[in-house]
């Protein structure tokens, strides 16, 4: 990276990942990909939103350590995020990972919900990865500024994706997405409904009726199935062997921080182990 010396770090990649909570709530994941140039043992982020649970760890490839983290409020409203952790020596690489909740990125726009956010770098940047998650019962909407370059959607939520490379000094990214407020979704019917249904469809007919039951099961069990936990989708893809932890990340279309705190909770609970395998994990199903 050309000039790289001049600073105390070279970022390799920086990424942020947004889900939406609910129409005033966001969970912001940061990832920093970082190579030190000093011997560092602090960073700091700077954002003009509220930060609020917020928590991070030092991934080092071969462990990871909890990072300190101190929120504070300076001139003009911005806060400033204040991470300390062990010192890094010169040469020596590591991922920041910082979540919290934020909120204020949401607004009112002509009576449906945008979202909006702005950044701009001081330093190098090898790749800058934004990732927006927009949940079930919203609607995504013009305007959707850059157009992303990957748009995933499935049953539980809908995903946009930016990727930009060689980002210089002085670049700044601004976003914008439209979507809907959430949609109220409908009462099921009172259960004498289906009572009345039944005896029709009984009179009309019983093997319709069955046919219909049956239906509605089959409908039932694919909603459940999509609908398990991260857990139960981790131990389905490992039962067919071992799986990379940042291939994990991939397949689940979630933050690399999210599947290595998911992990750790199924390494703690006896269901799966981990070996290195340079700079991250496989991880093997325990029999």
Known sequence: MVGAEEYDYEINAYAVYFEVVDQNNIRETIEIDLTSNTNLSGYVIYTAYPVENASAVLDLGNRVEKINVTVREILGGTNAIYLTFPTLNPGQSARIELTFITRGMISENGGNEQFTYYIKFSQPVGVFHMQLLVPRGYAILSPIIPSPDRVESS???????????????????????????????PKPPSPWLYVGLFIIGFLLGGGSVYGYILYRERKREEELTHLRSDEEKILAMLREGPVLQSELAEKLGVSKAKVSMILREMEEKGLITRTKEGRTYRVFLRE
């Not at 914008?176 to 979704?185: A, D, L, N, R, Y």
């Open 155 to 185: 049953t539980d939520r809908l995903l946009l994706e930016w990727k930009r490379s060689n980002v210089r000094p002085g670049d700044e990214f601004y976003f914008i997405v439209g979507f809907s407020g959430e949609i109220t979704v």
